[in-house]
């Protein structure tokens, strides 16, 4: 059997996955900072990590999957200038600056964001935790690194000397020299290196969230909540950290700086990156204003799994245009899938075990193949459109689907022979033999079926 290939960023290579336990996979996922919603563009990130923790548990893998929940220190820029994300928020909804509605925001896009998970089929993370109720862990992980000899003190913080730790530049493959012209974010005087950055950050007197630590009142910096709540949950060393791409350069590439200067040993084995979903010219930003939310995608009468769908269309590592068109297209695609599942389920045939394999085997060559989902989606097509039986068929699409996680079975069933009315209208429609489509519309109607056409795809719904 062909083993799991993922592409490393540490390595810029395809390997083979080895796990440090037998069987075991720990994957450590960068959450939401909840200081909005969730647009679908960071959405694109986590089904990409739900997808890869699906092709482990497929691999026969026990598989435990952590994600935090960003409710503090994310500033709104990577200089650790200006304010922390959360506390702007609550200036952007004229709340009063206090404990209280800073943890009735948080919580609310907290909610907000699993909410849309859920409608996009996603497994709920393993553990969850979240940055506020895991600062202890933070200042004993900071604590360490700072009799390492890796820290600073600023009128800022406590700040780490990136120039002390000899792989800073690699998970990046960062030009330092470069940045030191002027690339990277503005620095203030006191820090001795561009990349330095704040472990603690304190002299936030309108901070409203603040806590004792040894180098004063304040709050910890955003990276550091990684190292720490990974750590605590996955242990010193583990498999996987995923997270979007933009993640490499500074957010990544500080917390290998924290975690292996306090530990003094090697982090994360395998780092993920997932790319971007863009617009046709922009990047898709909520501080540009210009994002999509997963609810934006219901309201318009879209199926949240036609999105999901749209995702699977593309690698995880190329770069995907999102548009309302291309929304359509993914879901008359998602309908027709649906619909070719319903077909099968009333399909008789011979069963044909070595055709069964041969999905089978191209379907787990696929996703174990760098995760390549249209790859594995042109295989569950060709399976739905092959001489298989229907039972075979079912089979193959409750194995793939659990994959997938597209829903493929939970539609509500077809009276007997209505799938394959649908197709048949379908054909017509294509042909634009719009007599025959009507008659199959009067057809389908007489077995309590009715069928409309919207710009979305044929849509069908049983009557009583
Ligand atoms: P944030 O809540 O801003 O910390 O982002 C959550 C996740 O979404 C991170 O892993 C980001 O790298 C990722 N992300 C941000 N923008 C996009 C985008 N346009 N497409 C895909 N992933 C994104
Ligand atoms: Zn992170």
Not at 408 to 427: F, M, N, S, T
Request: proline share 3%.
């Amino acid at each position: 059997m062909l083993g799991i290939h993922l592409y490393n960023t540490l390595t810029r290579k395809k390997e083979e996955f080895k796990p440090i336990n037998e069987g075991f996979v720990g994957i450590y996922c960068c959450g939401p900072t909840v200081y909005d919603y969730a647009h679908i563009g960071n959405m694109r990130t986590f089904i990409f990590e739900d997808i890869l923790r699906r092709v482990f548990l497929y691999n026969g893998y026990k598989v435990k999957h952590v994600m935090n929940i960003t409710d503090v220190g994310h500033l709104v820029s990577d200089a650790d200038e200006g304010e922390d994300k959360l506390m702007k928020a609550l200036r952007r909804e004229g709340k009063k600056p206090t404990v209280k509605a800073m943890m009735e925001l948080a919580e609310r896009y907290t909610n907000a964001f699993f909410d849309h998970s859920k409608k996009l089929n996603m497994m709920k993370p393993d553990v969850i935790p979240k940055a506020t109720e895991h600062v202890q862990d933070m200042v004993d992980l900071t604590k360490r690194i700072e009799e390492n000899g890796y820290t600073y003190k600023t009128s800022v913080g406590l700040i780490y000397n990136t120039a002390k730790f000899k792989n800073y530049t690699k998970l990046g493959r960062l030009k330092l020299k470069a940045q030191r012209a002027g690339a990277r974010a503005k620095v203030d005087e006191e820090r001795r290196n561009p990349s330095d950055f704040a472990l603690w950050i304190t002299n936030q007197p309108k901070h409203v969230m603040q806590w004792d630590s040894p180098w004063g009142r304040g709050f910890p910096g955003w990276h550091i909540e990684c190292s720490a709540m990974s750590m605590k949950y996955l242990g010193e060393q583990f498999d996987i950290h995923c997270g979007g791409i933009d993640h490499i350069a500074v957010h990544h590439t500080n917390e290998i700086a924290q975690s292996e200067g306090a530990t003094g040993k090697k982090w994360v084995n395998c780092w993920l990156h997932g790319e971007f979903l863009v617009l046709k010219k922009d990047k898709m930003s909520k501080s540009k204003g210009t994002f999509v939310k997963t609810s934006d995608i219901v309201e318009r009468g879209f199926d949240p799994l036609a999105y999901r769908y749209l995702c699977l269309t593309a690698h995880y590592r190329s770069k995907l245009v999102f548009s309302w068109e291309n929304m359509e297209k993914a879901q008359q695609s998602y309908n027709s899938l649906k619909n070719r599942v319903s077909l099968a389920r009333d399909e008789k045939g011979k069963s044909n075990e070595g055709l069964r394999k041969r999905f089978e085997k191209e379907f787990l060559d696929g996703i174990n193949n760098d995760m390549n989902m249209p790859r594995a989606l042109a295989v569950l097509w060709g399976a739905l459109k092959s001489e298989l039986s229907g039972p075979e068929k079912i089979e193959l699409v409750e194995r793939f689907d659990s994959v997938l996680g597209l829903n493929l079975l939970k539609e509500e069933k077809l009276p007997k022979g209505a799938a394959e009315l649908i197709e048949k209208r379908e054909d017509a429609r294509k042909r634009q033999d719009w007599d025959k489509a009507d008659k199959l519309r009067e057809k389908l109607k007489e077995i309590g079926v009715v069928v409309e056409d919207t710009p979305k795809g044929t849509k069908w719904k049983k009557t009583g």
